[in-house]
């Protein structure tokens, strides 16, 4: 590996960090466990060395754990996590965005379900490219920003695979959850919709209509493939895709994050990039787009599992982050 530039002397790195870690694959309460011997992550050239604050749960991270993806995965053993916020505290000798001691944030896995890394964002220490990452936000806490990342990165690149555009009408399909809280956002403050319909189950219509959407659907008393009204743009954050071109006006896109969709759905996996992040600042910044994090948020670096465990109920609204860590 790459020699990385020397840490300021204020900076006292360990060679070993506290970690949650699974060995083999299987369901998150039976194969995590906490290792407080874990090797720090060596540093490329093109890296940073992150001190991690908080890490927000995704559902590719339990997938992934169950082997869902492990044609393609890094070798066992290895610690989960894509988001995470934290502090810069050793750099590559090419980075050239970040110093020792800015706060940073971000998804650290370019291609997520393409050798992910080993160490991931559960950890004391995490390492990322600098590509992938931006400055943090002023306004955000570290639980807030880490929150973020991969959910605001899925819901951008979804709506620019739509060809979305102001003056357009979209229904976002699960608009309560982590990347479809993000869509309607998106789809109000930056891209200008005209209409902007959403599904939920009932306990959650209040916050569809807090987040900028017109048209609340509650799924559990309306199909909305029967409706009369067609849209634009169907963003599927849900894997319906097969009812969800049934609500889409001819000519229109159906965009899906979960695979296998079914044509003419444009399917996609997210590709992490931290430009993304600086693009969106703006709206951040100025509160138009926000952080949605469940009522149960955040769970302490001791309660992983129990994190974990409420995510796979998919009852949360918005993300689930882990802070303090450690």
Not at 20 to 34: H, I, N, P, R, T
Not at 248 to 253: I, P, Q, T
Not at 290 to 314: V, W, Y
Request: hydrophobic share 40%; proline share 7%; charged share 20%.
């Amino acid at each position: 590996m790459a020699a990385a530039s020397t840490p300021t002397p204020t900076t006292a790195i360990p060679s070993h960090m506290k970690a949650w870690v699974y060995s083999e694959y299987g369901k998150s309460s039976d194969v995590l466990k906490f290792d407080s011997k874990m090797p720090l992550p060596s540093l490329n050239h093109d890296q940073v060395l992150v001190k991690v604050v908080a890490a927000s749960l995704n559902p590719v991270d339990y997938k992934r754990m169950a082997g869902m993806f492990k044609d393609a995965d890094s070798p066992l053993p290895t610690a989960p996590g894509y988001d995470v916020a934290g502090v810069v505290v050793k750099v590559g000798n090419e980075v050239k965005k970040f110093k020792v001691g800015d706060e940073v944030y971000g998804d650290i896995n370019e291609h997520g379900l393409e050798y992910p890394k080993v160490i991931g964002s559960l950890a004391e220490y995490t390492s990322a490219e600098e590509k992938v990452l931006a400055h943090k936000p002023s306004n955000l806490s570290f639980i807030e920003a880490a929150s973020l990342p991969l959910a605001i990165e899925t819901a951008y690149e979804g709506l620019e695979h739509a060809q979305f555009s102001a003056g357009k009408s979209i229904l976002v399909l699960g608009g309560a959850g982590g990347v479809g809280s993000h869509v309607i956002q998106l789809a109000k403050h930056v891209y200008g919709a005209s209409r902007i319909a959403a599904t939920s189950s009932t306990a959650k219509l209040e916050l569809l209509r807090s987040l900028g959407a017109d048209f609340p659907i509650d799924y559990t008393k309306h199909k909305y493939e029967d409706l009369q009204e067609k849209f634009d743009v169907v963003y599927d954050a849900v894997g319906e895709a097969e009812r969800a071109i049934k609500a889409v006006k001819e000519g229109g896109k159906v965009v899906s994050i979960v695979p296998p969709g079914c044509p003419p759905a444009i399917v996609f996996i997210l590709t992490s990039d931290g430009a993304i992040l600086d693009k969106l600042r703006p709206f951040i910044e100025s509160g138009k787009v926000k952080p949605i994090l469940d009522p149960k948020t955040p769970f302490p670096f001791s309660q992983t599992k129990e994190a974990f465990a409420f995510l796979e109920t998919n009852r949360a609204i918005g993300k689930v982050v882990v802070y303090p860590i450690p």
